[in-house]
C-alpha cells in the first residue's frame, strides 16, 4: 500500500490522501467501456437494421447491462440505513496512565476517522426519522491499525447473550408472512419477543423514550454499551465503557413530528448532517470514558459484564478525553458509507475486550456479515476500509484481490525472507491480549447476577421529567395499540408493572387490557439526572428557521432578525407561496421555500414577519397557518413582529397578554429596530422546545 506522501505518519489528512488514489472525476473526459475503449455512441443498441434485432457482439452494450445487472450488495441485516462522514480525532491529553493506544497518547496528533450513523429495523429506503435506536460506529485510522468503536445512541442493548441476537432481530424486523411494518417495533412479534424475554425491559424504556426519536445524528450521545477494557503500558488494565457526548447536547424530536418528517423528509437526518457539514458547521463529539478498575469488577449491584446495565454516571464519573470532529462530506454513498466495513474486534494495543456474552458474539458475527454482503475475504483492501498504516502478513487471494504480493513465500516460519513478515514484540507495537485468568465448566447457563431485569429499567424512569415521562406513555401506548393480539397486550402491561405501576396502569388504560392486581413494582428509588434530555447542554447555533413572508413585509425588521441569526450561527429561510423575490418596505429578498416545498417540521423556530400586507396574504393560506399551528403544537419557538400576530394560533394568542411568561412559552415579539428582541429570540431557540405548553 502507499505511504504517507509526506511520510509523517497518521495525521488528519492521511486518510483523504489514500482515497484521492481511487476517486474518479469523470469531467472533461471521454466515455470509455470498463476496457477503456472509446465509445462512439450511447444511446442506441447495435441492430441490424433500424428494426431489426439486438445484436450480441455489441459488447459495448453487453457491459453496461451486466454492470447495472449487478450495482446492488446485500443491505446489512440489521442498521441497513446509514450515511457516513470523514473527520478526526484529537486526545486532550495523553492517557498513558489508562491505556498503550498510541492514538490517545499525544494532543497534537489529529488521527482520522470515518463515521457512520445508522438506524436499526429499517430497510436501505426506509425514513430516518423513525422510532428506533441509532447506530454510532466510528473508524479510527490509527497509526497502529483501524479501531473501530460500533456503538449505539442508546447505552445498553435488548439481549445478554450473543445467542438470541437473531430471535431478537427476526422479532422486530417486518413480519415474515406479509413484511409489514417497515421501520418499526410497532408489532405483535416485536411486543410478543419482549414481553417473553423480560431482559429486554430497560431498552425498551430507552426505545420508548425520546432517545429514539433524535433531533438530529448532530445531537445525539453514542455508548459503545460494551465493558471493554484499557491497558496500558505497564501491563495494568482497567474495566472501560465509551461514550460519545455531542457539543451541541443531546436533542430530539416529537413522536408527531418524526412520524410526519418521513413522509415530509425521509431522508432529514442525513441532509441535516450533509447540509450542516457542507455549510462549515462541522459536528463535535466529546470522547467520554468510564473506568472501573479490575479490583472493583464485583462491587456494583449489576454485573458490568451484562450489557443490559449501564454504569450511573454519577457513580462512575465519565471522563472527557477528547474530541471528534466531522468535517467532510463523502463523496460516494456506495464507496464509502455502504462499503465500510465495521467490527467490534478491530481493536488496537491498549484496548481489549471483556467476557461480556453479547460483545463476544459480535466478535463472530461482523466479519461474518461483511463475507456475504461485501463479498470475499479481501474486504480490507476496499478504500474506505483500509487501514493508513501498512499492512503485512501471508494471507493470499481470493475474490477481488487487488494488493499483488511479490516473492515465492507465503507462510511463517521461513529462512527464504529471513522469517519476513515477522511478528512485533510488544515493545515494537505488537498486540498482545490481556492475561485475564479464566477458568470454569463448560456450561450453556447464564450467570445469576445477570438476572435482575428491572431495576435499571426503573433507573430510567426514575430519572425523567415529567414531560419525558408522558412521551414514554404515549410511546408505548402507541406501540402496544399497534399489537393485534391481545394476550401480548397484557403481557406487556404485566411486565411493565415490575418496572412502575403507575406506568404499567397508563399502558393498559392506552391499549384497553387489565392493570395487574399485584405488581412487583421495583423499589429502586435511585436517578441518574445525566439519563434525562432535560439536563443537556443547550446551543441555538445550526437550527433552522422559517420565516413566514409575502410581498408587504416589514423589511427592516425581517432583515436585521436574518443578520442577527445568522451571526448567531442558526440557518433562516424565507418561506412564502411562491418562490422568488418578495417584496418589502425598504427591500427585498429572495424566498427559497414555499408551503408545498417544506413544511414547519423541517424547522426549529418559525417567524411570522411583521407588515400588514405581508400578513394579510398569508392568513388567506391554509398552509401558513397550519406552519404556525404544527410549529405550536411540537413546542418550538414561534416568534412574530406585528401583524404578524395574526397568524398565530388562538392558544398562542391568549398567552400575549401574559408577557413576563412568552419566552418560557416560546413565544417572542419581535420590535422592529429593539435588537434586544432578536437577542430574546435566540436565547428562546436555544431552548429547543418549550414544554410549558404541555401542562
Ligand atoms: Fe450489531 N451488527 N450486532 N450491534 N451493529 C451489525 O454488522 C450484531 C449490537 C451495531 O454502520 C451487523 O456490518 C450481533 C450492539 C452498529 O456499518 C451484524 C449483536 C451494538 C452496526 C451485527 C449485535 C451494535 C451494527 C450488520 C449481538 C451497539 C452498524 C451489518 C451480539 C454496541 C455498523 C454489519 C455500520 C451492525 C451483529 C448487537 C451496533 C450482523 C450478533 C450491542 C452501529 O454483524
Known sequence: MKQDPQNKGVNEHSKDRQLEEFRMDNAGKKLTTNQGVKVSEDEHSLKAGTRGPTLMEDFHFREKMTHFDHERIPERVVHARGFGAHGYFQVYESMAEY???????????????????????GSRGSADSVRDARGFATKFYTEEGNYDLVGNNIPVFFIQDAIKFPDLVHSFKPEPHNEMPQASTAHDTFWDFAANNTET????????????????????????????????????????????????????????????????????????????????????????????????????????????????????????????TLNRNQDNVFAETEQVAFHPGHVVPGIDFSNDPLLQGRLFSYTDTQLIRLGGPNFHEIPINRPVCPFHNNQYDGYHRMTINKGPVAYHKNSMQNNDPSPATAEEGGYVHYQEKVEGRKVRQRSDSFKDHYSQAKLFWNSMSEVEKQHIIEAFRFEVGKVQNKDIKQQVVDMFSNVDLYLAEQIALGVGVKVPDEAAESKVTLSSPALSQMNTARSAKTRKVAILADNGFNYNEVSS???????????????????????????????????????????????????????????KVPQAKEFVSESYKHFKTIAFGGEGAELLPAEALNMLGQSQTLSDMGIVEIRSGDPSSSKNLINTIAMHRHWGRAI
Open 99 to 121: 491505556t498503550r493506544a498510541k492514538f490517545l497518547q499525544d494532543p497534537s496528533v489529529k488521527t482520522p476517522v470515518f463515521v457512520r450513523f445508522s438506524t436499526v429495523a
Open 201 to 324: 425491559a430497560h431498552m425498551i424504556m430507552w426505545t420508548m423514550s425520546d432517545r429514539a426519536i433524535p433531533r438530529s445524528y448532530r445531537m445525539m450521545e453514542g455508548f459503545g454499551v460494551h465493558t471493554f477494557r484499557f491497558v496500558n503500558e505497564q501491563g495494568r488494565a482497567r474495566f472501560v465503557k465509551f461514550h460519545w457526548k455531542p457539543v451541541l447536547g443531546t436533542h430530539s424530536l416529537v413522536f408527531d413530528e418524526a412520524q410526519k418528517l418521513a413522509g415530509k423528509d425521509p431522508d432529514f437526518h442525513r441532509r441535516d448532517l450533509w447540509e450542516a457539514i457542507e455549510m462549515g458547521d462541522y459536528p463535535e463529539f466529546e470522547l467520554g470514558v468510564q473506568m472501573i478498575d479490575e479490583e472493583d469488577e464485583f462491587s456494583f449491584d449489576f454485573d458490568i459484564l451484562d450489557a443490559t446495565k449501564l454504569w450511573p454516571e454519577e457513580m462512575v464519573p465519565v471522563k472527557i478525553i477528547g474530541k471528534m
Open 561 to 619: 432578525v436574518m443578520e442577527a441569526l445568522k451571526a448567531a450561527g442558526i440557518m433562516p429561510e424565507i418561506v412564502s407561496k411562491n418562490l422568488g423575490m418578495i417584496k418589502g418596505d425598504g427591500g427585498e429578498l429572495e424566498v427559497t421555500k414555499t408551503f408545498l416545498t417544506s413544511h414547519s417540521v423541517m424547522y426549529d423556530a418559525i417567524y411570522a414577519a411583521g407588515g400588514k400586507e405581508s400578513a394579510e396574504a398569508l392568513k
